[in-house]
């Protein structure tokens, strides 16, 4: 028996460049929500062309509310709704998942890539676990690791692909779009990327293999802001120190507790951001 469990982010899925696209409520939502879940519709059938017994879907964006439960393939079950204990990888630590997919990722804050951030859509300008800039894929990669769990897909833009090569240089990608600025893209149809993550996952399913849990804490998570007082902010949470003007750090014993605590401060961070001013 092996198990897939897909870590689903809308940045990065077909179609998807600009706010609109992602933010619940919007007509441009609504309308890339059948590209998304098409998206991983594809990744479920590959997982399950390729040999895998079961497949559930970690709902990882925003509200954690907007792939289409109806349009989904029936083999495949859905978590969804926020406030999870791992967030975006919610599921990886119950000891039963052999691999795991992150569908619709993107680059993160401060670097090129559509859409481009790091948990927050603007305010952290760069996030560095143990000096190394980390997008949402790392920083979810070195938790997966902790339960010996490795990353077997990612599909996203062409840049995301490339920093997947950085944390999880055997999983398989598939491209959906290519960079042309944060909010520009040349795009592939959805029928073309269903084809394309299909394959890939198809692929990645032979790599869906537990191995022996990584440990290799502490880690040091330093994070950078586009305002002073949001610095200030962030060391309202316990064991995170201000280093510079517009940065903070934190030592995390592993990255289960690097990741809850990274929650905390954008979760603190992101209520100090006054509308206009931020």
């Excluded at 991983?40 to 954690?64: K, R």
């Excluded at 630590?93 to 890539?113: L, P, W």
């Excluded at 676990?129 to 790392?138: I, K, P």
């Excluded at 198809?202 to 502490?218: D, F, I, Q, S, T």
Aim: aromatic residues 6%.
């Amino acid at each position: 028996m092996s198990k897939i469990l897909i870590s689903a982010d809308m940045e990065g899925a077909t179609g998807v460049t600009w706010p609109a696209d992602v933010l619940p409520g919007t007509p441009q939502w609504e309308r890339c929500r059948p590209m998304f879940t098409s998206d991983v519709n594809a990744a479920i059938a590959g997982f399950f062309d390729g040999g895998v017994d079961e497949v559930l879907v970690n709902e990882a964006h925003w509200t954690m509310r907007n792939l289409l439960l109806e349009q989904l393939d029936d083999r495949a079950q859905m978590l969804t709704g926020r406030h999870k204990s791992l967030s975006m990888v919610e599921g990886v630590q119950h000891g039963d998942v052999d691999g795991i997919a992150f569908v619709g990722y993107h680059t993160g804050a401060g670097a090129e890539g559509v859409l481009a951030h790091t948990y927050l859509a603007n305010s952290l300008t760069g996030v560095w676990v143990d000096g190394t800039r980390a997008s949402e894929g790392l920083l979810n990669a070195l938790v997966v690791a902790e339960y010996g769990v490795p990353v077997v897909l990612v599909t996203g833009d062409d840049l995301t692909c490339e920093d997947a090569g950085g944390y999880a240089p055997e999983a398989r990608t598939a491209a959906v779009k290519d960079y042309v600025s944060r909010y520009a893209a040349v795009c592939r149809t959805p029928a073309r990327t269903a084809r394309d993550i299909r394959a890939a996952a198809r692929e990645a399913a032979a790599l869906a293999v537990r191995h022996e849990p990584v440990a290799r804490g502490p880690h040091e998570v330093a994070m950078e802001f586009d305002a002073e007082h949001l610095a200030g902010a962030a060391t309202c949470v316990p064991g995170v120190e201000r280093t510079g003007e517009r940065r903070v750090a934190y030592t995390a014993p592993d990255m289960y507790e690097g990741i809850r605590c990274f929650k905390a401060v954008t979760t603190v961070v992101s209520s100090a951001v006054e509308e206009q001013y931020g």
